[in-house]
């Protein structure tokens, strides 16, 4: 594929529910983003990959909140016991380094109920 | 700590109409800017970055942007607009500290396009 897939593209999850996000990014790009985006904002960051090494998950709202890359390609990000404020679109991004554009999957739409 | 402010949340724009939409970020050195747009449903797509160098980037689409280092901004333009123009546009900036580039995003502007 040529560009960034994330699967489920939409996921519905009851409170409480443990939720596992896929990222696929373009094959070769070192750097890989996660961000969520509420309805009407921008993007937020959430935490970075370089190849396999997160090197920043400040963004992460709680430690409920967990992402990995194992061997430096594709992402998962997981949320445990979901909270109805964990409903958002979650965006993946890639990019040949973390300085570069970043190209974007479509997000995954999660809605807790 | 970086910042970005988009003032506008919503710009309507007759179709063939110029277009500028505000970006004012916040960073203490020079900063790396990007214009992101998002149609319905899609991810974002990246319509132009500045690096450094000239002030005025080209984009696609016909976009382009002017970086004001006494503005603190990185204004979006098109001289006539299409109804295919109509989404959500973001600013970003990246800031380099201590080797961690984290982008701070916009809350975005909407564009309407009237015909």
């Known amino acids: 594929g040529a560009g960034v897939s994330q699967s489920p593209r939409y996921k519905v999850a009851k409170r409480g529910q443990d939720v596992a996000l896929r990222c696929d990014p373009i094959?070769?790009?070192?750097?890989l983003f996660w961000y969520q985006q509420a309805l009407g904002q921008g993007p937020e960051f959430l935490t970075y990959f370089q190849n396999e090494a997160q090197l920043d998950k400040s963004g992460l709202p709680s430690d409920r909140f967990f992402a990995e890359r194992p061997e430096g390609s594709v992402s998962t990000l997981k949320i445990q016991r979901t909270q109805q404020e964990d409903s958002a679109v979650y965006l993946c991004?890639?990019?040949?380094?973390?300085?570069?554009?970043?190209?974007f999957g479509p997000g995954t739409r999660l809605t807790v109920t | 700590a970086q910042s970005v402010t988009q003032p506008d949340i919503h710009i309507t724009v007759s179709e063939g109409a110029s277009l500028e939409l505000r970006c004012n970020y916040s960073?203490?050195?020079?900063?790396?800017l990007f214009w992101y747009v998002q149609s319905p449903g899609q991810g974002l797509q990246l319509l132009l970055k500045y690096f450094s160098g000239d002030t005025l980037v080209q984009g696609i689409k016909g976009f382009e942007a002017e970086f004001k280092r006494s503005q603190s901004s990185f204004n979006l333009r098109k001289p006539s607009v299409h109804w295919s123009d109509a989404a959500e546009y973001f600013c970003?900036?990246?800031?380099?500290?201590?080797?961690?580039?984290?982008?701070?995003f916009g809350r975005g502007t909407s564009l309407i396009v009237h015909p």
């Open positions: 991004a890639s990019s040949w380094t973390a300085a570069d554009e970043q190209y």
């Open positions: 970003a900036v990246v800031g380099a500290s201590g080797g961690s580039y984290i982008p701070t």
């Open positions: 960073y203490g050195a020079t900063p790396y």
């Open positions: 094959s070769g790009h070192v750097s």
